[in-house]
């Protein structure tokens, strides 16, 4: 389940074309980093894949189902987390049981026990177990972006998108966070996209590469390949 192709994708807002003919194929359980400088194209790519976005021109099938608008089996992790402060990092993960519709009211509702579990095994994938009853606006940004990937994991998704998910923070923190991306990702064998723009980091965590420039898939490959400066 998560496998992703993408078919001569083309985005366009009015006479900026975000992106050019873009096409390419995870399969299930893939770790793929995005890569490319601001302006490529990375965050047009993630919500057309994420629904959120339609096409200009091709199409992206999920487990060969064209998508057609966001779906609750693709989790998306934010570069601003987009958590709910006031909360504990618990109450935070549960939201991820409602799909993508969270809010403050939704985490009122009740939740059953199968929910509470994968909240609490969510946590203890990003090694946040102890941290569960903590304020989220009491943790530090990395802690606060392993929240963000808690919730996601209790959505229990096939397909995991993240949007620069580590830029807001500090080089050790970033590695941390990738860490236990990557490890949840593999664990749980959900196929991913990491969009990053420090190659460094993506050299460390990714094993599939996907390069974007100027809206052009310029690169696709194993690290071995991963020659041109993208
Ligand atoms: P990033 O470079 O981190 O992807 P941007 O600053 O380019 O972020 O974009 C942030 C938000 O603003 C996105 O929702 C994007 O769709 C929107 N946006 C970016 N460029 C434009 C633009 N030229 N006109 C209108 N909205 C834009
Ligand atoms: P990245 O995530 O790699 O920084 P984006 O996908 O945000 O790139 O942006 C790609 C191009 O599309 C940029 O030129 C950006 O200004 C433009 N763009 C993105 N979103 C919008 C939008 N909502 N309206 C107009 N232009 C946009």
Not at 73 to 98: C, K, P, R, W
Not at 149 to 168: G, H, K, Y
Not at 183 to 198: F, Y
Request: proline content about 2%.
């Amino acid at each position: 389940m998560g496998s992703i192709r993408v078919e001569n994708l083309s985005k366009s807002y009015g006479n900026v074309d975000a992106l050019k003919d873009v096409s390419f194929e995870l399969d299930e359980g893939e770790f793929a980093v995005l890569l490319g400088v601001s302006g490529a194209g990375k965050s047009t790519l993630l919500r057309c894949l994420n629904g959120l976005a339609s096409p200009t021109e091709g199409a992206i099938y999920i487990d060969d189902e064209r998508i057609t608008g966001p779906r609750d089996d693709v989790a998306m992790v934010f570069q601003q987390h987009n958590l709910i402060t006031q909360l504990s990092a618990y109450e935070n993960a549960l939201t991820g049981a409602l799909g993508r519709t969270s809010s403050l009211r939704s985490v009122m509702r009740w939740h059953n026990r199968q929910e509470k579990l994968e909240a609490v095994r969510a946590l203890d994938t990003v090694g946040l177990l102890d941290d569960a009853s903590k304020k989220v606006r009491q943790m530090s940004g990395g802690q606060q972006q392993r929240v963000g990937i808690a919730r996601a994991l209790v959505q229990n998704p096939a397909t995991m998108l993240a949007d620069e998910p580590v830029a807001s923070l500090d080089p050790a923190s970033a590695e941390t966070v990738m860490a236990y991306l990557r490890q949840a990702a593999m664990e749980r064998n959900i196929t991913s996209i990491v969009s990053l723009h420090q190659v460094n980091i993506a050299r460390e965590f990714g094993e599939r590469f996907i390069g974007l420039r100027d809206g052009e898939l310029i690169f696709d490959g194993g690290i071995d390949d991963l020659t041109i400066d993208v």
